[in-house]
């Protein structure tokens, strides 16, 4: 066992030497990775924030309808109430709806200023059916109703928004696997590159008796290494990245009264990712020493 650990520690040294004795190349294949890896991680890291916001509000099926000055609520609560479709009514008084616009963030300042009320009367609607066509056929009924003034399906830009943080988390997958294949091709260059120059040496080795496994190692270290370094530079380039998004999100969201910023990837993730940096950068050296051992 101890023979075993002394051999992996001598392989990883003799990898870590001639990853800084070629530093100008180490750091250019590290940026090479860095800068691929800064692409889908960043994508991921927005689609997170994205995330976020659209968990803050609801994704329940319902509708606002405003009511015209001379509308008869009563009349219309009943027929609303009898709408097989709407599983939950709620009336909100102009009163109501201003006491809570003035609670809203950032808004205070603004009611205060307002002479009078511009707010009316209003129903809110939880439909049954939570379908896009449903929820159009209910509006379109409702709009129909004498007293209406607008009707508004409050959730529809929430659930366009999540379709959307769909869509783009399949993009990013396949941006993913497009890059994680060009990491491996660049690992798998190098150490083929590194093979050939140590030709004369593996041979040697051979005949001396070396296995396969004893050949590989240092070769194998030296791809985990590059694969690591890139993974870590990929990370500084996300952070400086968001950091400079921030000046500007930041800006813009205390325009909306609000404190909201992108956030960097949680600590479990980015370890998460730097270790598969460095098993696509195994995964690359295993290639290379595979083919030219053969």
Excluded at 20 to 41: F, H, K
Excluded at 98 to 110: D, T
Excluded at 215 to 224: A, K, N, Q, V
Aim: glycine content about 8%; overall charge positive; proline content about 3%.
């Amino acid at each position: 066992m101890m023979a075993w650990l002394r051999q992996h520690r001598e392989a990883f040294a003799r990898a870590l030497g001639k990853l800084l004795a070629q530093r100008g190349a180490s750091l250019l294949n590290a940026l090479v990775i860095g800068v691929a890896l800064s692409l889908p991680a960043g994508g991921y890291a927005l689609l997170a924030n994205l995330q976020q916001v659209a968990q803050r509000v609801t994704l329940e099926p319902q509708l606002s309808v405003f009511l015209k000055p001379e509308a008869k609520r009563a009349e219309l609560e009943i027929r609303l109430h009898a709408d097989p479709r709407i599983a939950q009514l709620r009336f909100v008084s102009r009163d109501d709806a201003l006491k809570e616009l003035r609670h809203a963030e950032g808004l205070a300042e603004v009611v205060a200023a307002l002479e009078r009320n511009p707010l009316p009367d209003a129903f809110v609607l939880r439909a049954r059916d939570g379908n896009p066509a449903a929820l159009e056929a209910l509006a379109t009924d409702v709009r129909a109703m004498s007293g209406i003034a607008q009707v508004q399906v409050d959730s529809a830009w929430a659930q366009r928004l999540g379709a959307l943080a769909r869509i783009g988390q399949l993009a990013l997958g396949a941006l993913a696997v497009l890059l994680a294949t060009g990491l491996v091709a660049v690992t798998f260059n190098t150490i083929r590159l590194q093979v050939l120059t140590q030709l004369d040496e593996i041979e040697v080795s051979q005949l001396l008796g070396a296995t396969d496994a004893f050949i590989r190692r240092p070769f194998f270290y030296l791809g985990m290494l590059q694969g690591l370094a890139g993974g870590c530079l990929g990370l500084a380039i996300l952070w400086a990245g968001l950091a400079t998004l921030n000046q500007g999100v930041r800006e813009l969201a205390q325009s909306y009264g609000s404190s909201f910023q992108l956030v960097f990837l949680p600590g479990p993730q980015a370890i998460a990712l730097l270790a598969l940096c460095a098993l696509l950068g195994w995964m690359g050296a295993l290639l290379a020493v595979s083919k030219y051992l053969r």
